[in-house]
């Protein structure tokens, strides 16, 4: 059967005027039009202060009470200090305390330099009268758009010889990072098996799941008195809070041969 052009638009007609059309077309409205806004439920969130990525759910600092001692780092610079980025031909050097296996304190002589082409920095930490390479090349401002702060961001690191070298690089990190004015906060991209170690010196990911699962397996790992696999996890970022820092920074680490 044939329908005339009439009739077929009488049919369309019918069809956009009936009421579930209407219905429709109400919807569509009030979603988009500027006029119908004012209409729409208003959603509640809930504030959290500005402060790091996932310290809303820890506990906050308390300060510390008159006339109570609080740890201070056992990191100084010597000679002068950069509070900025470095730039070519600069350097910085520090010294770390230290125990070794005899319990006898030393110290580490750590160096910031600049790396040509790349902006980044570079740590090298020396053990005295010991062959060891520990090393780490780091960005010294990057912007985490979570939360708007700056942080240090260890691109790599690499110790061997000597083991407790990383957490002397953590260490001095965190350092840099209060100096630069971050208040020690500094992020890293955790993979194979450095999950544990990352958290060991006080490294957490922003993500309560994967918070939980470090926990689990650090627990674990303290249980069984061995390192446990953590490979499968893939790539973590874990971040470091000022609280964490500070207390990072206030250790004496033992370096033992390995």
Do not use: C
């Not at 090393?135 to 942080?151: H, L």
């Not at 991209?189 to 170690?197: G, I, K, P, T, Y």
Request: charged share 30%.
């Amino acid at each position: 059967m044939k329908v005339s052009f009439k009739s077929f638009k009488q049919v369309v007609n019918a069809i956009t005027k009936s009421e579930p059309a209407k219905q429709a077309a109400t919807a569509i409205t009030r979603n988009t039009s500027p006029s119908l806004a004012a209409e729409a439920p208003k959603v509640r969130f809930k504030k959290y202060p500005a402060t790091d990525v996932f310290e809303h759910s820890q506990t906050s600092v308390k300060t510390p009470k008159a006339g109570k001692k609080v740890s201070e780092s056992i990191i100084k610079v010597d000679g002068k200090n950069i509070t900025r980025p470095l730039k070519e031909g600069e350097k910085i050097k520090m010294t770390l305390d230290f125990t070794d296996a005899t319990g006898k304190t030393k110290q580490a002589n750590v160096i910031f330099s600049f790396i040509k082409h790349t902006g980044q920095e570079q740590v090298i930490v020396k053990i005295p009268d010991k062959k060891a390479t520990i090393y780490a090349q780091i960005n010294p401002k990057y912007a985490n758009i979570k939360n708007g702060k700056d942080y240090v961001f260890i691109e790599n690191m690499y110790s061997e010889s000597f083991k407790g070298g990383g957490t002397l690089l953590h260490q001095a990190i965190a350092k840099r990072s209060k100096d630069l004015g971050y208040k020690g906060r500094v992020m890293l991209d955790a993979a194979w098996n450095s999950h544990l170690f990352h958290y060991k010196s006080g490294f957490r990911p922003a993500n309560k799941s994967q918070l939980e699962e470090l926990e689990e397996l650090a627990q674990r790992a303290a249980e069984k008195g061995k390192r446990i696999r953590t490979d499968y996890l893939g790539s973590m970022t874990l971040f470091l809070t000022p609280r964490k820092a500070a207390k990072l920074m206030a250790t004496k680490k033992t370096i033992m041969s390995s």
